[in-house]
């Protein structure tokens, strides 16, 4: 049953006249779209006029020249030429606000001018070195970076991607630890190369080769799809609306997960010998999942205990886009021995880096390595201009309260609709998980979700996809994000999900 929750009636003979009252309820509630679509806010930025090639003709190249496994997002994909800030522009010039933020890349925004600024300077006295050259951009980016971390995380390895950074981290925790074995959570994103893919759980970003040996897939701590987990358990705004027999700051699902993970050590590790556990922060390809309040920080000392090392996914949740915290990791009261991170680091500009300490950096010397690109000049002028833009512009503070705003305002509409399972997240990384129940849970098919995803681009909102059945909305727009574009996009999700159980509900035969 499609219902709005407020008139929802369960269907039986004997109800057909509370049915059609309730059908009456919902039309006279609807937006009927045609007639009042959300108005987008305003901007004052003029886009440049598109002077490429067509439509068509990218299309052709496309499809003719360019490996594309992944594919485009939406039926008619966006040709995008122009963006500022939190706002992207097709050839028509039509503006888009983007809630995706290009994959959770634009941390500061689109073009953001220090950040393109520094860029244009640096390439107008070098571009490239390498590393076999002292430069003093890579040297003073590295210190700047390395302040933003507590203890002794304090040296610094530049790449170019997370694929990159997480490779290298499961390299120097083998090398460091002299074990192989490493675990990572099911549901986890690490990346796509032949070792990350690996550690990667989720089926549909696997391909059907060998890949390194000695790796683990833990349960997945989730409390809102898991076997356990309830209303106390995550450390968000929004809980789920699952039963929960915990006292806070009790966490029962915490212990039962931690139990399960527990079992990998009894019966698939060697005897003090695992290498490292690998963890995003807040998992986001898997659609923004947290874990129960206290679970990272009882298995950091089961690792350690095992001569293992922490490992901290930091791609998706570094750089204060969780808000209360500068990096994921804090939120949980851990302390990693290594930190990668990407995306944001460069707000679109391709980089990545490992933190690690100084005596786990040393292990990488037992032979030589070399990245080519990574530190160049160009991209450690990006990279330091986005960390001062992050402290001068207070947008981790912003993340905070906005994130805080948007998320509250997005639970409105899981109180409102059956389909709105679940609401989570902190600061600007969230997720919106839509179902066929709310009671059993059971993902949104495909076809229905993407008519939704659809509806929402077509009233200006770009919104990513997520989660292992692609039925979550992953909304991390650049911090640059405002209340007003939180408000938009819930009056555009909310017109869309309208749209969506109209059309369902015509299709109830009575």
């Not at 700051?249 to 399960?260: I, L, N, S, T, V």
């Amino acid at each position: 049953m499609y219902l709005n929750k407020a008139t929802q009636v369960r269907f039986t003979p004997q109800n057909i006249p509370a049915l059609n009252t309730a059908f009456q309820a919902l039309t006279k509630t609807s937006r009927f779209l045609s007639q009042d679509v959300p108005q987008i806010p305003n901007c004052e930025y003029e886009p440049k006029k598109y002077t490429g090639p067509t439509y068509e003709q990218i299309k052709k190249i496309k499809d003719k020249h360019l490996i594309t496994p992944f594919g485009t997002a939406y039926k008619e994909p966006l040709l995008l030429h122009d963006g500022k800030m939190q706002w992207l522009f097709d050839h028509t010039g039509k503006r888009y606000l983007d809630v995706f933020g290009g994959i959770v890349t634009v941390s500061v925004g689109h073009c953001h001018p220090k950040v393109n600024e520094a860029a244009i300077e640096q390439m107008k006295s070098i571009w490239h070195t390498t590393n076999i050259y002292l430069q003093p951009r890579l040297h003073e980016y590295a210190e700047k970076l390395a302040s933003k971390f507590p203890g002794d995380l304090k040296v610094v390895y530049l790449v170019n991607s997370g694929t990159e950074a997480n490779d290298l981290a499961i390299l120097l925790a083998r090398l460091y630890t002299k074990n192989l074995h490493i675990i990572s959570l099911r549901n986890s994103y690490h990346g796509v190369s032949a070792i990350t893919m690996g550690v990667t759980a989720l089926s549909t970003w696997k391909h059907n080769i060998p890949v390194s040996p000695g790796l683990h897939h833990a349960m997945n701590p989730d409390v809102y799809n898991g076997l356990w987990g309830g209303l106390h358990c995550r450390d968000s705004p929004v809980q789920t609306t699952r039963h929960c027999d915990c006292k806070p700051p009790e966490c029962k699902a915490c212990g039962m997960y931690y139990d399960q993970l527990e079992e990998i050590f009894k019966y698939s590790l060697p005897t003090g010998k695992v290498a490292a556990f690998l963890v995003e922060s807040i998992q986001g390809v898997g659609g923004v999942v947290q874990f129960p309040k206290g679970y990272l920080k009882k298995v950091f000392e089961l690792v350690r205990l095992n001569g293992g090392v922490c490992i901290a996914d930091e791609v998706q949740t570094g750089f204060g886009r969780t808000g209360e915290h500068y990096w994921g990791f804090e939120m949980h009261g851990v302390m990693p021995d290594i930190v990668t991170m990407a995306k944001g680091i460069g707000n679109g500009y391709p980089m990545g880096a490992v933190v690690t300490t100084p005596a786990i950096a040393d292990s990488l010397k037992q032979a030589l390595f070399f990245n080519t690109f990574g530190g160049n000049p160009v991209a450690s002028a990006v990279g330091l201009a986005v960390l001062q833009v992050i402290e001068e512009e207070k947008m981790q503070e912003n993340a905070h309260m906005v994130g805080t705003y948007f998320l509250k305002k997005l639970s409105a509409l899981r109180d409102q609709f059956d389909c709105v399972g679940d609401v989570r997240g902190k600061g600007l990384m969230i997720g919106v998980e839509m179902v066929t129940d709310s009671e059993t849970r059971e993902p949104l098919p495909a076809k229905q979700f993407v008519d939704i995803w659809e509806e929402c681009k077509n009233m200006g909102v770009l919104l990513g996809r997520g989660g292992m059945f692609g039925n979550v909305f992953r909304l991390k727009p650049p911090m640059c994000f405002t209340k007003e574009d939180a408000d938009f996009t819930v009056n555009v999700l909310q017109a869309a999900i309208e749209k969506h159980i109209e059309k369902q509900n015509k299709t109830v035969k009575i």
